[in-house]
């Protein structure tokens, strides 16, 4: 990093609808920028689109970079030095810096009407030429201009962009980019409704902002000549650009985009939008790991590592240029990880209110003790209803068929005789520990010539009511003696009645 300014970067979003997963990691890469330099990271709302502007969204956007752990020095609801920090409610600059670029000549009021201009892009597109403005309004007289105010006509204003020669850019990851200004557009910069595109709208507030680092997905690349242009003709100095790779689909075919919601893969749902991982059960420090290792690297072969790691690490030198696949299916595994170097404490905290949302009443001291069983067998925060959910249920509900209850090899007769005899040994057990109660239901699958596996199973589903559950004789120390027993005689009775 060559610039000398203190390191202020913005992540500028248009409250258009959910928060994109890819905006999320074009939040974080800024994030971990700012946080590695010890520098400032902004939160700026572009919503000059009113038409396009959902209600609600701006909250849920702020929500969601906060449940990331996304935190912003200034922004929106928090203020800072050089607010407002949303763009609808700084449009008498936008207009101010219009003005002044149509009277020292960098732009133009243009009158074209959207029926005209589409006229002209179908007259190109049988010349088989580039589609575009054709700069008509761009030398009109003072004569002219005056004609058509008179006609009540409320103009645009574009870019006088230059006509001949290269705009060389410079990007910090890409390094420097050449285009030819012949190929480019007179941009607009001002709508005829008085509300600024993104092209002005975005270089008045970087340099009033003092950004110094724009850090923006890569499909900005082909409008920086007329941004750099821009910055130019207002004379101020320009940030550094670090334009950065796009998220490709999981099959890498195009860009991951919103529309793809709800796509599937493999039978599994591909999540794209940033509520959908807050829905989902999964945790933000395995997301941001997750999305860290999209396109960046810490520089070995390392992929769950602490954010504070990346942040000590973060370099953009380490970001590859080319667009990256979306490697959703590591995310499960990412996400385990997590959630097995959780404390129990906190794992508890996480899980208590996925099972309120489930309608489950929640007991602290079971909670506490079911948290160590489940850890390491959910990969997923919500995983915890199926696999432990009847902890926490007010009745009990047991399996709904008793071919359940039955395991391979055995029938109905010996399903009953062994939950009858389990039943006796286990009212017998001295101290009701899950290691005793293994010790005496190991003894009576040998006594009975059954595979432990067999008598397991049974116990399994009649405890629990379901065939996949935390460690069975863990589960049985929770649930007491008295509540065991009952279960096991209901199974037994259960299965009795099919004979």
Not at 34 to 56: C, M, N, S, W, Y
Not at 133 to 146: G, K, M, S, V
Not at 408 to 432: G, N, P
């Amino acid at each position: 990093m060559t610039d000398a300014r203190p390191v202020r970067v913005r992540f500028a979003p248009s409250p258009t609808g959910p928060l994109h997963i890819g905006g999320v990691r074009t939040a974080l890469f800024n994030w971990l920028f700012a946080r590695h330099h010890q520098g400032k990271f902004i939160l700026r709302l572009e919503d000059t689109d009113q038409k396009r502007t959902v209600p609600g969204s701006a909250e849920q956007l702020m929500g969601a970079l906060r449940w990331f752990g996304l935190d912003y020095d200034e922004g929106p609801d928090i203020g800072g030095p050089y607010g407002p920090y949303v763009q609808s409610q700084r449009v008498d600059l936008y207009q101010q810096w219009a003005q002044w670029l149509v009277e020292h000549d960098y732009a133009y009021p243009c009158y074209c009407t959207p029926e005209r201009l589409k006229q002209v892009n179908e007259e190109k597109e049988k010349r088989g030429e580039q589609s575009g403005y054709d700069r008509h309004c761009r030398n009109l007289t003072a004569e002219q201009r005056a004609a058509r105010e008179a006609e009540g006509i409320t103009p645009v204003v574009r870019f006088k962009m230059p006509l001949e020669g290269e705009t060389v850019v410079h990007d910090l990851i890409r390094g420097q980019v050449t285009f030819e200004n012949a190929l480019q557009q007179d941009a607009v910069l001002l709508k005829s409704d008085g509300f600024p595109t993104y092209a002005l709208a975005h270089v008045v507030d970087d340099h009033f902002m003092v950004i110094s680092h724009v850090m923006r997905s890569n499909e900005w690349l082909p409008s920086l000549p007329l941004h750099w242009q821009l910055w130019d003709a207002v004379g101020w100095e320009r940030p550094q650009f670090a334009h950065l790779p796009v998220l490709l689909n999981p099959n890498g075919k195009g860009k991951l985009s919103k529309r793809h919601a709800g796509f599937t893969q493999d039978g599994k749902q591909v999540l794209v939008l940033a509520k959908e991982f807050m829905d989902a059960g999964y945790l933000p420090e395995a997301v941001v790991n997750f999305l860290t290792n999209i396109g960046w690297s810490i520089g070995d072969d390392s992929e769950f590592f602490p954010v504070s790691k990346t942040i000590e690490l973060f370099d953009l030198a380490r970001v590859n240029p080319a667009d990256s696949v979306y490697p959703i299916e590591k995310l499960d595994w990412l996400n385990g990880m997590w959630i097995r170097s959780l404390e129990n404490d906190d794992l508890a905290r996480r899980l208590r209110p996925v099972l309120e949302a489930a309608g489950l009443e929640v007991n602290t001291d079971v909670l506490l003790k079911v948290t160590p069983l489940v850890q390491t067998r959910i990969k997923t925060l919500n995983d915890i209803v199926d696999m432990a959910g009847f902890f926490f249920r007010e009745e009990f509900q047991p399996a709904a068929s008793p071919d359940e209850v039955i395991q391979k090899k055995m029938d109905a007769e010996s399903t009953r005789d062994a939950l009858e005899l389990a039943y006796d040994h286990l009212a017998v057990v001295s101290t009701w520990t899950h290691e005793n109660l293994e010790a005496a239901m190991r003894a009576l699958a040998e006594e009975l010539g059954l595979k432990v596996g067999q008598l397991f199973g049974s116990l399994r589903v009649a405890v629990t009511g379901q065939q996949v559950s935390p460690p069975l004789f863990e589960t049985m120390e929770i649930i007491g003696r008295e509540e065991s027993l009952r279960r096991v005689k209901l199974a037994a009775d259960q299965v009795a009645a099919v004979e």
